[in-house]
């Protein structure tokens, strides 16, 4: 263990082929490199938690399912998030809703960078109509990346799907990453 912040990559499609996988990935080595952070990617295909039943608030922790219990266990780690989310009918996805609503006080007071991406738009639609959700959990911005026409960026290689980006992109995420290092920055 370091005494590095630990980020989570969170990948919030899960549709079959979605191109915020590889890019999660790209992503998380990125962010790897800085040597700012430790990072672990969740991928919330994987995680499958199902829609939100708990009986209980979430800020009261009462939780009785397991997969929630797990959940809470997994995100309460971490000190900061890039949630790497796609724009669906001008808003960000069901998956990404149903895992924020799931907790409360793991999200709470802790740094987010936005990776947005559709294709003109670039997912900012669905960043724009996240924020007052993040505002809800006390989750602070730490960065913003939109990423326009991302399908365009995604290529095979071999049997498996890279993320080749641009400069824009590459120098957009170099910014996040460093607001992302300020917002966990000790305050004196």
Not at 61 to 90: C, K, W
Not at 143 to 166: K, S, Y
């Amino acid at each position: 263990m370091t005494d590095r912040p630990l980020i989570q990559v969170i990948v919030a499609s899960t549709r079959p082929g979605r191109v915020g996988e590889p890019t999660a990935h790209w992503v998380a080595e990125q962010a790897r490199a800085t040597g700012a952070f430790d990072i672990e990617v969740v991928d919330l295909a994987a995680v499958a938690l199902p829609m939100f039943s708990e009986p209980e608030h979430p800020s009261l922790r009462a939780y009785t399912q397991e997969s929630t219990r797990q959940f809470s266990e997994l995100i309460d780690r971490a000190d900061g998030f890039v949630f790497m989310f796609p724009e669906y009918n001008h808003s960000y996805n069901a998956a990404l809703k149903n895992a924020l609503d799931h907790l409360y006080w793991e999200w709470a007071g802790k740094p987010v960078v936005l990776v947005s991406y559709g294709g003109v738009a670039a997912g900012a639609r669905a960043a724009v109509a996240l924020q007052p959700v993040l505002l809800a959990l006390k989750m602070r911005i730490a960065g913003l990346l939109p990423i326009p026409f991302i399908a365009q960026l995604v290529h095979a290689d071999g049997d498996q799907r890279v993320f080749q980006p641009n400069e824009h992109v590459e120098r957009g995420l170099k910014n996040a990453l460093e607001g992302l290092t300020a917002a966990l920055a000790p305050t004196n």
